[in-house]
Every structure is written in C-alpha cells, then in structure tokens.
C-alpha cells in the first residue's frame, strides 16, 4: 500500500475516534447513566456542554475534511501520481488533523484557525501536484 492510501486509512481512524469522542462527551458515556445514554437511542441527551459542543463541532470538521482528503487521495492514487508532494501534502494534512483535534477541544480559537489552514495548504500541495 502507498504512502498516501495508509494515511487515508489513519486518517479514517482518527475520523472515526472523534465521532466516537464527541458522542461519548456528550453522554458523558465514563459514568453508569452515561453508559446507559450511549448503548441506547439517545432520545434524552443531558444539555450540551462547551466542551461537548466543541467535541462535536471538531467531530464534523474532520469528517468534513476527511470526505475532501480522501477524494484528493484516491484520484491521485487512481491517476497513478505517486509524486513526494502528493505524499508531503497528505501527511502535512494529517498531522494537522492530529494537533487540530486537541487545539479544538481545548478551545484555543486563534491557534485553531492556523493549524486548520496548515491542513488546507496540504490538500493544495496533493492538488497542485497532480495538475
């Protein structure tokens, strides 16, 4: 497997762990009555909390990213351009997804917004790349 096809994979796994994330944060799924929110229907959520609504905001980002990332991956996969700079806008792209999740959850805005733009300059290093 290519460099960028596993961190299509990695990144699929991480998109997963933060959905999985926010709806545990939000049931508060660590605690018995959380538990017992997470494994139903979750009719009855408790009320949003910062850090809650953070998780799941953080949550649709990266799958939002993670859509665009993989569609850019697979056509540079399909297109048979196996350039560096393909590979070195996929793990920039990555690794900015890494160090976004924890900036977000922590609420650091400014910080937030740059690290977020680093993973869109790496998407454009994939695209560029190919064209």
Same mark, same amino acid.
């Given at each position: 497997? *290519?460099? &960028?096809? &596993?961190?299509?994979? @990695?990144?699929? %796994?991480? *998109? +997963?762990? &933060?959905?999985?994330? $926010?709806?545990?944060?939000?049931?508060?799924?660590?605690?018995?009555?959380?538990?017992?929110?997470?494994?139903?229907?979750?009719?009855?959520?408790?009320?949003? *909390?910062?850090?809650?609504? =953070?998780?799941? =905001? /953080?949550? !649709?980002? *990266?799958?939002?990213?993670?859509?665009?990332?993989?569609? %850019?991956?697979?056509?540079?996969?399909?297109?048979? #351009?196996?350039?560096?700079? #393909? #590979?070195?806008?996929? !793990?920039?792209?990555?690794?900015?997804? #890494?160090?976004? %999740?924890?900036? @977000?959850?922590?609420?650091?805005?400014?910080?937030? /917004?740059?690290? +977020? &733009?680093?993973?869109?300059?790496?998407?454009?290093?994939?695209?560029? $790349?190919?064209?």
């Amino acid at each position: 497997m *290519t460099p &960028t096809l &596993t961190l299509v994979i @990695y990144m699929a %796994i991480l *998109t +997963w762990l &933060t959905l999985l994330a $926010a709806s545990l944060i939000r049931a508060k799924g660590w605690t018995p009555a959380g538990m017992m929110i997470a494994f139903g229907n979750r009719d009855n959520l408790p009320d949003a *909390t910062a850090l809650s609504g =953070r998780a799941a =905001r /953080t949550a !649709q980002n *990266t799958l939002e990213g993670f859509l665009l990332f993989a569609a %850019i991956a697979l056509v540079a996969h399909a297109a048979g #351009v196996a350039s560096p700079r #393909v #590979v070195l806008g996929a !793990q920039v792209f990555f690794w900015a997804r #890494v160090v976004y %999740i924890p900036v @977000y959850y922590a609420g650091i805005v400014y910080l937030r /917004t740059v690290v +977020w &733009t680093v993973g869109i300059f790496g998407l454009a290093m994939m695209i560029f $790349a190919m064209l």
